[in-house]
T-cell receptor, first 115, second 110 residues
Framework: GAVVSQHPSWVICKSGTSVKIECRSL??????MFWYRQFPKQSLMLMAT?????????EQGVEKDKFLINHASLTLSTLTVTSAHPEDSSFYIC???????????FGQGTRLTVV | SQELEQSPQSLIVQEGKNLTINCTSSKTLYGLYWYKQKYGEGLIFLMMLQKGGEEKSHEKITAKLDEKKQQSSLHITASQPSHAGIYLC??????????FGPGTRLSVLP
């Protein structure tokens, strides 16, 4: 199957700093990318959907000014957690799909710890 | 928006036993996906179902989608400790987004 690379796989940052997470589709052009967050013992929760070249659509309750998503090309989307706080510590995972009615491929996730 | 429910929430079985996990959608499913995950790790794609009545199998795992395309089941035959993990069903919301059920945590006792 297609490969989605997410980087970094884990990151520790100080409270108040910003962290950028990259999601790349390595062997296909992803028209749509999704960002999820997962807290312990909970399912993946969709944060936002981004289409290349347009603004991301955020789910209710997700602060767009805090979680900046940029989908500048068909192979790269970035999630920037701005002014991170300990409550932002979580597992973040991205997925990408080529088009409607195709499988979504997932990155391996990024474990963010804010201290 | 589309919502998925899963049952049971958690499951503990003895090795060698069969088990079934269910996924129910509030809307007709356009595409239903099953994934396995260990918390804090990536997702392992298991199967994708699209047609009403479709059934797919891979090794000891069988997934079915009902004719109305609102319910799916995942059946594991002769479970093994390697089957332990979190099973998530996911749905393609007509290309708008991709949502997941709450997950079923499976433990297999040796």
């Amino acid at each position: 199957g297609a490969v989605v690379s997410q980087h970094p796989s884990w990151v520790i940052c100080k409270s108040g700093t910003s962290v950028k997470i990259e999601c790349r589709s390595l062997d296909f052009q992803a028209t749509t990318m999704f960002w999820y967050r997962q807290f312990p013992k909970q399912s993946l929760m969709l944060m936002a959907t981004s289409n290349e070249g347009s603004k991301a659509t955020y789910e209710q309750g997700v602060e767009k000014d805090k979680f900046l998503i940029n989908h500048a090309s068909l192979t790269l989307s970035t999630l920037t957690v701005t002014s991170a706080h300990p409550e932002d510590s979580s597992f973040y995972i991205c997925s990408a799909k080529l088009q409607l009615n195709t499988e979504a491929f997932f990155g391996q996730g990024t474990r963010l710890t804010v201290v | 928006s589309q919502e998925l429910e899963q049952s049971p929430q958690s499951l503990i079985v003895q090795e060698g036993k069969n088990l079934t996990i269910n996924c129910t959608s509030s809307k007709t499913l356009y595409g239903l996906y099953w994934y396995k995950q260990k918390y804090g790790e990536g997702l392992i794609f298991l199967m994708m179902l699209q047609k009403g009545g479709e059934e797919k199998s891979h090794e000891k795992i069988t997934a079915k989608l009902d004719e109305k395309k609102q319910q799916s089941s995942l059946h594991i035959t002769a479970s093994q400790p390697s089957h332990a993990g979190i099973y998530l069903c996911g749905a393609d919301n007509y290309g708008q987004n991709f949502v997941f059920g709450p997950g079923t945590r499976l433990s297999v006792l040796p």
